[in-house]
């Protein structure tokens, strides 16, 4: 728990919910973006990790009509333990609407950062993998962190499993 601090969830959180990564929406850049950031704290942890990718159909197109990939990616990492056929898994998803209007409360086209949904859900599930991360071989049941993408598409990601 000692390993857990609020300047690197604030960091976290702050550009996970940044303009920069436009919302997270499900086959865009920004997504793709905090996929590769999620995916390298886990490895800077030292967890096993791998992308998970899928196809999507409803995309959201942004300000220039864009509509990004046809695809998207959830994210796993894990903890071996030593009791191999128990596994905890513990998830969050990390997209969000993007730019709108269509899934948004406002209907307005501008960036919808989801700082409360769900970019801290996101944080927190990276700093509760570090803590486990640093109990090396305590760790009795293996342990799984799920980020889930396409969440706002229906619970895609989270199904896909």
């Given amino acids: 728990l000692n390993s857990i601090n609020q300047s690197k969830l604030k960091e976290d959180l702050t550009y996970l919910a940044s ?3 436009e919302g997270r929406m499900s086959g865009k850049k920004g997504n793709i973006t905090a996929a ?3 995916k390298a704290e886990y490895e800077k942890y030292g967890l096993k990790t791998m992308y ?5 159909e409803r995309l959201n197109a942004g300000p220039k009509k864009e509509t990004g990939d ?3 990616q959830n994210i796993y ?3 071996d333990g030593e009791i191999k056929d128990e ?3 513990v998830g969050a998803h990390m997209d969000h609407i993007g730019f709108g209007p269509s899934m948004s409360r406002s209907r307005k086209i501008a960036i919808h950062n989801g700082a409360d949904d769900n970019a801290s859900g996101t944080v927190a599930l990276l700093a509760i993998a570090k803590a486990f991360s640093m109990l090396g ?7 799984v962190f799920q ?3 396409a969440e706002e598409m229906g619970q895609i990601g989270r199904e896909h499993v």
């Fill in 87 to 89: 596994v905890v898994v």
């Fill in 147 to 149: 980020s889930y993408s």
């Fill in 70 to 72: 046809d695809f998207t």
């Fill in 19 to 21: 303009d920069e990564l």
């Fill in 77 to 79: 990492a894990w903890i």
């Fill in 36 to 38: 590769e950031m999620i």
């Fill in 137 to 143: 071989k305590e760790v009795k049941r293996t342990v």
């Fill in 52 to 56: 998970d990718k899928f196809d999507i």
